[in-house]
RNA sequence: GCGCCUAUAGCUCAGAGGAUAGAGCGCCGGCCUCCGGAGCCGGGUGCGCAGGUUCGAUUCCUGCUAGGCGCACCA
């Protein structure tokens, strides 16, 4: 619909034109141009209250002045001034040309730009492993391999990192935890849990007895000092929760091109050296640090027992990924709590002279709270993602006994709709908010959610399998031929604006705005189809073609929210 | 104390300066021997408060109120 948004653009342009008022005094109309809230009022409208100063006339006049002046070209059948509004209806029959014809050829690449020769890194999930994979990190998880597939539809290549958090003196307390109470049996039958339950165990006891805490960095340091026997522990903590990581990775269909954690970084004598070399280190309370001006406070680069801190390590990996990827652009998908932690970072990696730091952002997102509370690993106080994932599969798996128990692949497709629906709930809420989780929002698949999307989805299957069977063709071709009615330009209108959807969700690092897209469309059809038949109406070859571009449009927008879109359900 | 984020319908949320502010959940009432009822149609009280910028503000700015979060050796 660009197409059309900037013929009209221009068309209005220059009859301003004529009117004596260039672009120069009047700035570009295409800005102006917007969506009329009825669409009986037009396709698109021109507000003409901006030129009213210029043109030393009321709006209202402007209007009827541009309507008169303006050209009636053929893909136009109506232009009329209205309250000040230059409202635009287009010819239904090159709208649906336009718009059909470019899903029909471009199919699963409709919506997308041609390569860019831009690269974004994408760094999400990291979780720490030796941890569970808890309902915490599915926002990052989530939003960021949307995003990935999204920039990856803008013709960005797109570099997936996971910074696993496999360092740090949480192992310290893992270790501690280990040596004192680790059941071996259960660590080889149930390794996740068994380590977790170490931690939890070892948090509760140091804040009974502080000593631990020590305890906990001095098995840190050893780390960091090449213990082995520390590093022996730690190597096979690390294997046994990256098999259980990648396990769920598969089932929500990511695949990462690089796990470098930051257990990578631990040597950073070379930043450090380089920090002090351009003169940017200052010792502060034993400790070394960046200072920042006077808006934020100083970053903390090593601490006093000479360790380093996760800000040091984000610092080299960042230098590391510009070294190996080149990135035009590298976005953080981290937890707004830690927004002050990237300004810092950002800021040191500015100051050491680096201009693509301009290309890096944080891209924050609320918290997941539970009830009334946060969850907290420490605490135990967690809800594991593998159990919600479970639950909702189980959940689809009762309806589809209930209500289509002939379907082939069940387990296939209830894993597929499931995981669709834990993925849509988070993915519809626009990040920055916090999100309440609630299990009968999760569980709950009428309305708002995926299951709906991949209802509708399966649906226009369902359809376009019995045209197939009854020998029925969609139309290919010639829709400009045709008078089209409100109830399918409608559909043809929602189609066209799936592109500059995609844009918007880029521009705005928003996967939202395509979770609403697609929930619009779904309604859309699903109105449509219960109002208008399409197998066996006289209409019934365009309606077809309508069905399948919805079809594929509907597919397209999944994808982009990492879903699948099963074709029976 | 300083800083960041949020405030829209009973609840969960859309609305990135424009013409009567929209969905879903829940509640009530409907849906054709016919393409999938995880569906469709109908029913409504709302932009936290006060200023400002603008022809025009739910949207931008300032202040206030309320909630959340962050602020040196955790990540």
Same mark, same amino acid.
């Given at each position: 619909?660009?197409?059309?948004?900037?013929?009209?653009?221009?068309?209005?342009?220059?009859?301003?034109?004529?009117?004596?008022?260039?672009?120069?005094?009047?700035?570009?109309?295409?800005?102006?141009?917007?969506?009329?809230?009825?669409?009986?009022?037009?396709?698109?409208?021109v507000p003409c209250f901006a030129f009213a100063r210029t043109l030393r006339r009321s709006p209202v006049q402007i209007a009827?002045?541009?309507?008169?002046?303006?050209?009636?070209?053929?893909?136009?059948?109506?232009?009329?001034?209205?309250?000040?509004?230059?409202?635009?209806?287009?010819?239904?029959?090159?709208?649906?040309?336009?718009?059909?014809?470019?899903?029909?050829?471009?199919?699963?690449?409709?919506?997308?730009?041609?390569?860019?020769?831009?690269?974004?890194?994408?760094?999400?999930?990291?979780?720490?492993?030796?941890?569970?994979?808890?309902?915490?990190?599915?926002?990052?998880?989530?939003?960021?391999?949307?995003?990935?597939?999204?920039?990856?539809?803008?013709?960005?290549?797109?570099?997936?990192?996971?910074?696993?958090?496999?360092?740090?003196?949480?192992?310290?307390?893992?270790?501690?935890?280990?040596?004192?109470?680790?059941?071996?049996?259960?660590?080889?039958?149930?390794?996740?849990?068994?380590?977790?339950?170490?931690?939890?165990?070892?948090?509760?006891?140091?804040?009974?007895?502080?000593?631990?805490?020590?305890?906990?960095?001095?098995?840190?340091?050893?780390?960091?000092?090449?213990?082995?026997?520390?590093?022996?522990?730690?190597?096979?903590?690390?294997?046994?929760?990256?098999?259980?990581?990648?396990?769920?990775?598969?089932?929500?269909?990511?695949?990462?091109?690089?796990?470098?954690?930051?257990?990578?970084?631990?040597?950073?004598?070379?930043?450090?050296?380089?920090?002090?070399?351009?003169?940017?280190?200052?010792?502060?309370?034993?400790?070394?640090?960046?200072?920042?001006?006077?808006?934020?406070?100083?970053?903390?680069?090593?601490?006093?027992?000479?360790?380093?801190?996760?800000?040091?390590?984000?610092?080299?990996?960042?230098?590391?990924?510009?070294?190996?990827?080149?990135?035009?652009?590298?976005?953080?998908?981290?937890?707004?709590?830690?927004?002050?932690?990237f300004k810092q970072v950002f800021g040191v990696l500015e100051r050491m002279g680096y201009e693509w730091a301009s290309g890096?952002?944080?891209?924050?997102?609320?918290?997941?709270?539970?009830?009334?509370?946060?969850?907290?690993?420490?605490?135990?106080?967690?809800?594991?993602?593998?159990?919600?994932?479970?639950?909702?599969?189980?959940?689809?798996?009762?309806?589809?006994?209930?209500?289509?128990?002939?379907?082939?692949?069940?387990?296939? $497709? +209830?894993?597929? =709709?499931?995981?669709? !629906?834990?993925? /849509? &709930?988070?993915?519809? @809420?626009?990040?920055?908010?916090?999100? %309440?989780?609630?299990?009968?929002?999760?569980?709950?698949?009428?309305?708002?959610?995926?299951?709906?999307?991949?209802?509708?989805?399966?649906?226009?299957?369902?359809?376009?399998?019995?045209?197939?069977?009854?020998?029925?063709?969609?139309?290919?071709?010639?829709?400009?031929?045709?008078?089209?009615?409100?109830?399918?330009?409608?559909?043809?209108?929602?189609?066209?604006?799936?592109?500059?959807?995609?844009?918007?969700?880029?521009?705005?690092?928003?996967?939202?705005? $395509? +979770?609403?897209? =697609?929930?619009?469309? !779904?309604?859309? /059809? &699903?109105?449509?189809? @219960?109002?208008?038949?399409?197998?066996? %109406?006289?209409?019934?070859?365009?309606?077809?073609?309508?069905?399948?571009?919805?079809?594929?449009?509907?597919?397209?927008?999944l994808r982009l929210l990492a879903m699948e879109a099963p074709p029976e359900m």
């Amino acid at each position: 619909m660009n197409l059309f948004k900037q013929r009209v653009a221009d068309l209005v342009q220059s009859a301003l034109a004529n009117m004596g008022a260039g672009e120069d005094a009047v700035g570009p109309v295409l800005e102006l141009v917007e969506i009329p809230p009825d669409e009986k009022l037009g396709d698109f409208a021109v507000p003409c209250f901006a030129f009213a100063r210029t043109l030393r006339r009321s709006p209202v006049q402007i209007a009827e002045e541009i309507v008169a002046q303006a050209d009636r070209p053929p893909w136009l059948t109506h232009i009329k001034a209205v309250k000040g509004y230059v409202n635009v209806k287009l010819h239904r029959g090159h709208v649906a040309q336009h718009v059909l014809g470019d899903i029909l050829r471009a199919g699963e690449a409709y919506g997308s730009r041609e390569p860019n020769g831009r690269t974004v890194v994408i760094d999400y999930s990291s979780p720490n492993i030796a941890k569970p994979f808890s309902l915490g990190h599915i926002r990052s998880t989530v939003i960021g391999e949307s995003l990935a597939r999204i920039f990856a539809h803008q013709g960005y290549r797109v570099v997936r990192i996971n910074h696993l958090g496999d360092w740090g003196t949480q192992f310290g307390r893992v270790i501690g935890g280990y040596v004192r109470w680790a059941d071996h049996d259960r660590l080889e039958k149930e390794p996740i849990k068994e380590l977790f339950r170490l931690y939890v165990k070892f948090h509760e006891e140091a804040e009974k007895d502080p000593a631990l805490e020590d305890e906990a960095r001095d098995w840190f340091r050893r780390m960091e000092e090449g213990d082995p026997v520390a590093l022996a522990l730690w190597r096979r903590f690390r294997e046994l929760s990256l098999l259980e990581l990648e396990r769920t990775y598969a089932r929500l269909g990511i695949r990462f091109d690089d796990y470098t954690g930051e257990s990578a970084y631990n040597d950073v004598s070379d930043i450090i050296e380089k920090l002090r070399a351009l003169g940017l280190l200052k010792e502060s309370q034993g400790a070394q640090v960046v200072e920042l001006g006077d808006d934020i406070p100083p970053c903390l680069i090593t601490k006093s027992d000479g360790t380093t801190l996760y800000a040091t390590r984000d610092i080299a990996a960042a230098i590391r990924r510009q070294e190996q990827y080149n990135f035009d652009l590298a976005f953080y998908v981290v937890d707004s709590r830690q927004s002050l932690h990237f300004k810092q970072v950002f800021g040191v990696l500015e100051r050491m002279g680096y201009e693509w730091a301009s290309g890096m952002e944080h891209i924050p997102f609320g918290t997941l709270q539970f009830g009334d509370e946060i969850m907290s690993t420490r605490k135990g106080n967690v809800i594991f993602l593998e159990d919600v994932l479970n639950e909702a599969v189980t959940r689809v798996k009762q309806i589809i006994a209930e209500r289509n128990p002939s379907l082939k692949n069940a387990d296939e $497709v +209830a894993e597929a =709709v499931g995981v669709g !629906a834990v993925i /849509f &709930n988070d993915l519809v @809420h626009n990040r920055i908010k916090d999100i %309440s989780f609630q299990w009968e929002d999760v569980l709950n698949f009428d309305g708002d959610t995926g299951p709906y999307v991949q209802y509708t989805h399966a649906r226009a299957c369902s359809v376009l399998r019995r045209a197939d069977e009854q020998g029925a063709r969609p139309m290919s071709d010639g829709f400009d031929r045709l008078e089209w009615e409100d109830s399918e330009m409608r559909l043809v209108r929602l189609l066209g604006r799936f592109g500059e959807t995609v844009d918007a969700a880029a521009k705005g690092r928003e996967p939202s705005t $395509v +979770a609403r897209y =697609v929930l619009d469309l !779904a309604q859309a /059809f &699903n109105g449509f189809y @219960h109002s208008n038949r399409i197998l066996g %109406s006289e209409r019934q070859a365009e309606r077809l073609a309508l069905t399948d571009a919805v079809r594929q449009v509907l597919a397209n927008g999944l994808r982009l929210l990492a879903m699948e879109a099963p074709p029976e359900m």
